[in-house]
């Protein structure tokens, strides 16, 4: 049982343009989470989904950021128009139906989007 | 707005003796708490939790301990052993919502 796949590892974009990372969460695995990691920052929660909808989105920037985990195929966060303050390594997490959204949660390896 | 703050960024201990994180949080609400192991270039992994209703829980050589009235948990590894230098990150939640986690304790475990 494959664990939570993230995709690309590495990520660099110019200012301006578009970030698209992908998590494909733990097969079984119906809830995504996304988190961002600062330097010397802990885990930011961003965003929260299950299949084909958003539950919270509390923790994401109000403007370029979106976030989708369609009914096929793997979750997508994006951010158009990055700047250099979204360079940050982003960790998508996803846990069982039964967890909790408090519950273990499975983490992905992470992306790390350097923005220049 | 820092909930939950892990003071110490890094920790220095000889293999087979204990290390002991820290964690403290400000939110009297939060009632689930985790910690997470995280290797470089790995995304953090489950480590052990405790619910608000316990002080204390163990899981072979890692116990967390829970003070409710000082807002305050640590993680205890003995023996400890190379392989646990990792960064450590505590979280809590509440009410079974989302998660909020520390700014991490890297671990160094000296053989």
């Known amino acids: 049982n494959a664990g939570v796949m993230q995709n690309p590892r590495h990520l660099v974009r110019r200012r301006g343009q578009e970030a698209r990372l992908r998590c494909s969460p733990m097969k079984g695995h119906s809830h995504v989470y996304w988190y961002r990691q600062l330097p010397e920052e802990g885990l930011k929660f961003m965003v929260y989904l299950q299949k084909e909808n958003i539950i919270d989105e509390s923790g994401m920037p109000k403007e370029r950021f979106s976030a989708e985990f369609p009914k096929e195929g793997p979750s997508i966060l994006r951010i158009q128009q990055v700047v250099r303050g979204d360079s940050a390594a982003y960790f998508c997490a996803s846990s069982p139906q039964t967890s909790g959204r408090a519950g273990e949660q499975y983490f992905g390896p992470g992306t790390r989007l350097t923005v220049t | 707005d820092q909930q939950v703050k892990q003071n110490s960024p890094s920790l220095s201990v000889q293999e087979g003796r204990i290390s002991i994180l820290n964690c403290d949080y400000t939110n009297s609400m939060f009632d689930y708490f985790l910690w997470y192991k995280k290797y470089p270039a790995e995304g953090p992994t489950f480590l052990i939790s405790i619910s608000s209703i316990k002080d204390k829980n163990e899981d072979g050589r890692f116990t967390v301990f829970l003070n409710k009235s000082a807002k305050h948990l640590s993680l205890h590894i003995v023996p400890s052993q190379p392989g646990d230098s990792a960064v450590y990150f505590c979280?809590?939640?509440?009410?079974?919502?989302?998660?909020?986690f520390g700014a991490g304790t890297r671990l160094t475990v000296k053989p």
């Open positions: 979280a809590a939640s509440e009410n079974n919502n989302d998660m909020r």
